[in-house]
């Protein structure tokens, strides 16, 4: 145990030594967030988000100027993170292209070596999550264990109560921005073979038992899948194409486990999975090119169709062993990533936007929105009923708001004459909310003249009150007074009497339903005043009235 804890001492004080510039990165990160916790750096607050970015560059300088004259470049990557500052991240830092540098710093790490040999890639692939796995597992142990020491001291001794925030910040600082990075550091700086790896048992049995039977129950279902649309001859669900290339990324990667193993059961299902996933692959491109077809690009489709081309481009490599090279894949997928993302012109955010934009244009002009001036036409809510339920019209709404995300209100502003466009109303079939129950539960109370009337009679659940009844079965209201009927009207005649008394059409939104409360929830004739205690307008398909119940009758 002894000497255990002494070859770990030297394994660490070997990375300090051959990882100065990343170890100095941790430590200037830690530094950086200690000043703005105490807010003695009071701008550019998430700056330390961005020094991952700088420690994979030290770390790949390291590995590719081992020695020799550029070897200066490694020394000095330090010092990036000093003019850098200058460059307020906070915005950036929650944006698409941060994400995709993460993606790529990651990348580059496997890609270091150009190792062609699948074989040698995966394992160093392998190795690199296992050590970062291991890394974390052991900085959270740590972490743990020390806060567990001060709570327990604070308990027994009563001493720095008042110090809990800061003791826990900073242990985590410490444990995660320094102590992680330089276990996996240490941990990678070890010498492992492929012998080692292949002997581990863990694998074989997440890969031969739990990962690759649940691949094929999965092809299965999407085969089963692919033939019920096929001859049902109708398009994929919106959610396939996200499903299919999810699938399709963790097959990939248990294949690349293959070699690993010592029994290679399901190596016939992944040596032909380029050829099996072809259904999967057409159902993938069909629906987003569909979906891009009826709605245009955004920033999120243009990354699909990017994943899209490495996933279908990494199954053509692999029809052929010559070409089939996790090297190439990975090296495509950064060129990809980086071009879509940082090559002005042709970003995803900028295709998404001239995307969006031209449909609405075209969508505004098939509407006749679209002014002589090339502005949008000031839509009148009052009479914009029937447009507000036009397709179009949502399309056209989601399309103008999704340009006033990505540039704001003052451009749209500029550009469309105007920054607010009503709300569409959709009726979505089978929806428990496509229906207006009136009166609204608001607590609001009706003021009545009835000095005109000489008898009040109160219904609400009786349906009957002394000699007054009422029916509402056979979608009809029947009121009788003993064998004389006082009203005898079906729900049509009633609903037609009720929207035009109030100035509303079948096409109405649910918000003027509700503006013109007060009109819908009462009938009037020339002896009787009906108060509804409920009234719901069915709005599935067409506008009906599906249920009535009577508040009180007043009888002239």
Not at 13 to 29: D, Q, V
Not at 122 to 150: D, E, K, N, P
Not at 337 to 342: D, G, H, I, N, V
Not at 459 to 486: A, F, H, P, Q, R
Request: proline fraction near 3%; aromatic fraction near 14%; include cysteine.
């Amino acid at each position: 145990m002894k000497e255990r804890i002494k070859s770990f001492s030297r394994q660490i004080s070997g990375t300090i030594k051959n990882n100065t510039a990343e170890i100095t990165i941790s430590i200037l990160c830690f530094v950086s967030a200690s000043l703005i916790r105490e807010n003695v750096i009071t701008t550019n607050k998430l700056y330390p988000f961005v020094f991952p970015l700088f420690f994979v560059l030290s770390y790949l300088l390291n590995k590719w100027f081992s020695q020799g004259t550029w070897r200066i470049l490694y020394y000095i990557s330090p010092l990036l993170v000093f003019p850098f500052f200058c460059i307020d991240v906070s915005d950036w830092v929650f944006s698409i292209e941060y994400s995709v540098a993460l993606t790529i710093a990651a990348l580059m790490l496997l890609i270091r070596n150009w190792i062609s040999d699948n074989k040698s890639f995966t394992f160093q692939a392998t190795c690199y999550f296992t050590h970062l796995l291991q890394a974390a597992l052991l900085s959270g142990c740590a972490y743990f264990l020390l806060i567990s020491i001060y709570y327990s001291v604070t308990y027994i001794f009563n001493i720095f109560p008042q110090s809990e925030y800061n003791v826990s910040s900073y242990l985590s600082m410490i444990c995660f921005i320094i102590g992680m990075p330089c276990l996996f550091l240490t941990f990678n700086n070890r010498q492992e073979t492929l012998s080692t790896q292949e002997k581990k048992s863990a694998l074989e049995i997440l890969t031969n038992y739990i990962l690759s039977p649940a691949i094929l129950i999965y092809t299965i279902i999407l085969y089963i899948y692919f033939t019920t649309i096929f001859f049902s001859w109708s398009l994929p669900k919106g959610g396939i194409a996200y499903m299919v290339f999810a699938f399709t990324l963790i097959t990939v990667l248990a294949k690349a486990l293959q070699p690993f193993l010592h029994k290679q059961i399901y190596n016939w299902y992944y040596r032909h999975y380029s050829l099996i996933s072809i259904p999967a692959q057409l159902m993938f491109w069909i629906g987003v090119l569909y979906r891009v077809q009826q709605y245009g690009f955004t920033t999120a489709r243009v990354y699909l169709v990017i994943c899209g081309s490495i996933m279908s481009i990494t199954l053509l490599l692999f029809l052929s062993s010559k070409t089939g090279r996790y090297l190439y894949v990975t090296a495509l997928s950064i060129i990809l990533l980086a071009s879509f993302t940082y090559i002005p012109g042709i970003t995803a955010k900028n295709i998404g936007i001239e995307s969006q934009q031209k449909r609405v244009s075209v969508l505004s002009r098939n509407l006749d929105l679209l002014g002589e001036n090339g502005k949008l036409k000031n839509i009148s809510e009052t009479n914009s009923d029937s447009l507000l339920y036009d397709p179009q019209y949502t399309q056209l709404y989601e399309a103008f708001l999704y340009v006033q995300h990505e540039k704001g209100k003052d451009f749209v502003q500029k550009k469309y004459g105007t920054n607010l466009l009503p709300e569409p109303q959709e009726r979505y079939k089978d929806s428990a909310y496509d229906f207006v129950s009136l009166p609204l539960l608001d607590g609001k109370t009706k003021k009545i003249d009835i000095s005109m009337y000489r008898s009040l009679y109160p219904i609400n659940l009786s349906d009957s009150c002394e000699d007054i009844s009422v029916d509402t079965s056979g979608k009809k209201l029947l009121i009788k007074d003993k064998n004389d009927v006082l009203l005898n009207i079906s729900f049509e005649e009633l609903q037609t009497s009720l929207l035009q008394k109030s100035g509303l059409t079948k096409n109405s939104t649910k918000k003027r339903f509700l503006q013109q409360e007060n009109i819908l929830t009462n009938y009037e004739t020339d002896s009787l005043y009906i108060s509804f205690g409920r009234i719901i307008f069915d709005m599935k398909t067409d506008l009906t009235i599906s249920d009535l119940q009577i508040d009180y009758i007043l009888r002239k």
